[in-house]
């Protein structure tokens, strides 16, 4: 691991809880959608806080691709989970929401996992082959 | 109250929705990003355009990327009947755990103990602050 390597980790972090946040902002003004209605789903995305989540969205989608590249999926994933921290912190600190103490425990507990996998190695390692045996599409792409 | 049921049950349907979709397309773009290999090392050697085209054309990103979309729908569904405080940690806790699982069974990763207690942990911790 590098410097590099953990802002793109950092990356992952921030962008998905943001982009999250406004999507679910922009689909409170949007309203419920029926199963009926599944079309307007597409409409949705005119609305300018949905659309703003969306590039955020693709911001965090692009360091994801790039830490998959080089990291486990199991490691990349509870990795980047401590931006569920950061968005407590943004609502204690940004937004002066009561934070509950159950919700401080889910930090900690969330924080611990971050600890256990970024001390362990990020890639599970191979050596006599990287592909699994008779995977003709990985051979490919080699 | 049957509009109440209604919408719960849209909402957990929604989050059976992402959870699956999001745990396929997370193995199929991980499997896919191996197949490729680093891509920033890659990007300094052979340029932006190439890494693109490079991952545009792999038949597990392409697949991978269709089961993001199914998940990235099921998710606008969801919170359009649900609050975000119910549907993203209870999606991402359980995406977690299928991740885990997933992960061990179909890109063979070495899940070891402290794996698994980090997928528990985070997922536990997620439940949790959204108490």
Redesign the interface.
């Known amino acids: 691991m590098n410097l590099?390597k953990y802002l793109?980790l950092g990356g992952v972090t921030v962008f998905a809880p943001v982009g999250?946040?406004l999507?679910?902002y922009g689909?409170k003004q949007?309203?419920?959608?029926s199963?009926h209605n599944?079309h307007s789903?597409f409409f949705?995305m005119t609305n300018m806080w949905v659309a703003l989540g969306i590039v955020f969205?693709l911001g965090f989608?692009a360091s994801?691709?790039?830490a998959?590249?080089?990291a486990?999926?199991?490691?990349?994933?509870?990795a980047s989970?401590l931006g569920?921290v950061l968005l407590?912190f943004i609502a204690k600190f940004l937004l002066h929401e009561q934070v509950?103490l159950?919700?401080w425990?889910?930090?900690?507990?969330?924080?611990?996992?971050?600890g256990?996998?970024t001390?362990?190695p990020e890639l599970?390692r191979r050596p006599p082959r990287?592909?699994?045996p008779g995977d003709r599409?990985?051979t490919e792409?080699? | 109250m049957i509009r109440h049921a209604i919408s719960n049950l849209n909402a957990w349907l929604a989050i059976l929705a992402v959870v699956l979709s999001s745990s396929a397309g997370d193995v199929l773009l991980s499997r896919a990003m191996k197949q490729i290999g680093d891509l920033g090392q890659m990007r300094s050697r052979r340029g932006f355009l190439f890494v693109t085209l490079l991952i545009l054309r792999n038949r597990y990103f392409l697949l991978g990327v269709a089961c993001m979309a199914v998940s990235f729908y099921s998710l606008l569904f969801g919170l359009s009947w649900n609050d975000v405080s119910l549907i993203g940690p209870a999606a991402a806790s359980l995406t977690f755990v299928a991740n885990a699982i997933a992960a061990k069974i179909f890109l063979h990763e070495r899940v070891d103990g402290r794996r698994w207690a980090a997928a528990l942990f985070v997922a536990a911790g997620v439940v949790l602050m959204a108490v």
């Open positions: 590099r793109v999250d946040s999507l679910s689909m949007v309203g419920n959608i199963l599944i789903l949705a969205l989608f994801y691709m790039t998959l590249s080089w486990d999926l199991t490691y990349v994933l509870p989970s569920y407590a509950s159950t919700r425990l889910g930090i900690a507990l969330v924080s611990a996992g971050v256990f996998v001390t362990g599970t990287r592909h699994v599409a990985a792409h080699s």
